[in-house]
């Protein structure tokens, strides 16, 4: 299935079910939202989720553009990336966790046609004040789906306080044997979907109550879900990253694991300057700087002449389309060539004094500040250097 396929059969099937689709949220957040960006489909429905009616009802679903900086150092493996697409559905206060899990095993079954074998799910066992979450645990049994119980891995929430709750998350076998062990002792279940019971608030003081609704928060990742319905093994497989893998390739022929990374960041860069981002020194445009930096990095260990200026059109294009950006925002390729221009200058100006610190022995916590705060040199590109220099 296409990833167009993909979410339609997603949407639609919740549709079918009284849900009415929530439109998408930009990846920057508004200016009193205290995070960077839109982390998950649930991050702009926090105040539904906390009772104020939704204006659209209490059953939602949607497609959201999210990125997390929490994955950064593990995008470069088969499944972890830094921009997504994630498919969720809501039920604010409405409906039962249980009902959400047969819905859920009933997509993926029918409309996706994934077999019951190659399903294992993990339900939160209880931790501390809270009790396990026996209604998930009893309705997978009733499904004939496989349980693992866990701790903390199976607690939801968004940050250090608001909603949160128990999760049971979805895993499918992606092997090429039978499956065999479970989601925590064999990496080749892989997690799909998520559906969270928010029950509960937790305050600055990290005491727990209970939310005023009792809701279900579900989160399948789109990339995810195509590599496990093309039987891929990897998410750079899939149909958003095919141009950007090709271009890359052709152009450099990187490791696998660099090719990763710098299609991961090129990709992610276009949302999210198409999102209005742009390169600095604080908040969103650091995160955007430090990836673009972080790839160019990587393309030029092997060979300082690779330029961006040699990528076509075309990848970026298809990123926007499917993302569904326009260019409001200007045209992403023209800022990934300035920030390029300037981080070619500040590698000029960074090399001697990098080594001239570095004659003076292993650089301290105190060197690493001063070379931030008084050339621009921030710890990783630092780092970059000694190593490039040893």
Same mark, same amino acid.
């Given at each position: 299935?296409? #990833?167009? %396929? ?7 099937? *919740? ?15 508004? +200016?009193?939202? #205290? ?10 429905? $926090?105040? *539904? ?14 497609? %959201?553009?999210?990125? /997390? ?10 499944? @972890? ?7 969720? !559905? ?7 966790? +249980?009902? !959400? ?18 399903? @294992? ?38 940050? #250090?306080?608001?909603?949160?709750? #128990? ?24 997690? &799909?979907?998520? @559906? ?21 928060? $579900?989160?399948? =990742? ?5 590599? &496990? ?10 149909? !958003? ?11 450099? %022929? ?24 742009? +390169?600095? $020194? ?15 990095? %990587?393309?030029? /260990? ?12 075309? +990848? ?24 390029? /221009? ?8 960074? /090399? ?6 570095? !004659? ?7 060197? *690493? ?6 050339? =621009? ?14």
């Amino acid at each position: 299935m296409t #990833p167009e %396929q993909i979410t339609g059969t997603f949407v639609d099937f *919740y549709r079918e079910r009284g849900h009415l689709l929530l439109p998408e949220s930009s990846l920057v957040r508004p +200016p009193d939202d #205290p995070v960077l960006f839109t982390t998950s489909g649930m991050h702009p429905l $926090t105040p *539904y989720l906390e009772g104020r009616p939704h204006p659209l009802g209490r059953r939602l679903v949607n497609v %959201q553009r999210c990125l /997390r900086t929490t994955d950064l150092d593990e995008v470069g493996d088969s499944t @972890h990336l830094t921009v997504f697409q994630m498919l969720g !559905s809501w039920s604010l206060g409405d409906y039962d966790g +249980p009902r !959400s899990l047969r819905w859920g095993y009933e997509l993926l079954r029918d409309g996706f046609g994934v077999e019951r074998d190659r399903l @294992h799910a993990t339900v939160f066992g209880g931790d501390g004040p809270v009790g396990p979450d026996t209604g998930s645990l009893e309705t997978w049994g009733e499904l004939g789906v496989p349980v693992e119980l866990t701790g903390h891995e199976n607690w939801w929430s968004n940050g #250090p306080t608001g909603p949160c709750g #128990p999760d049971s998350e979805i895993f499918v076998w992606t092997g090429d044997t039978p499956p065999t062990g479970t989601p925590t002792t064999d990496r080749r279940w892989m997690e &799909v979907w998520n @559906h969270v019971q928010m029950r509960y608030h937790r305050d600055g003081d990290g005491r727990l109550g209970p939310l005023r609704q009792h809701n279900v928060d $579900t989160g399948m =990742g789109l990339e995810r879900m195509e590599m &496990v319905l093309r039987g891929g093994r990897s998410v750079f497989e899939g149909e !958003s990253f095919r141009p950007w893998v090709r271009t890359v390739t052709t152009l450099w %022929q990187p490791d696998e694991e660099t090719l990763r990374r710098v299609c991961d960041h090129l990709r992610s860069s276009v949302v999210m300057i198409s999102d209005g981002v742009r +390169p600095s $020194t604080t908040g969103r445009g650091y995160v955007l700087r430090r990836l673009i930096r972080r790839m160019l990095t %990587q393309l030029w /260990r092997d060979d300082p002449s690779r330029t961006l200026s040699d990528l076509p059109g075309e +990848p970026f294009r298809h990123t926007l389309d499917g993302f569904r950006l326009g260019t409001g925002f200007g045209d992403p390729r023209d800022v990934l060539l300035d920030e390029e /221009r300037r981080f070619r200058g500040l590698l000029r100006r960074g /090399r001697p004094v990098v080594s001239r610190y570095r !004659s003076r022995g292993p650089l301290t916590d105190e060197d *690493y500040r001063y070379l931030h705060d008084t050339h =621009g040199l921030p710890r990783d590109l630092v780092d970059g250097l000694l190593t490039e220099a040893a």
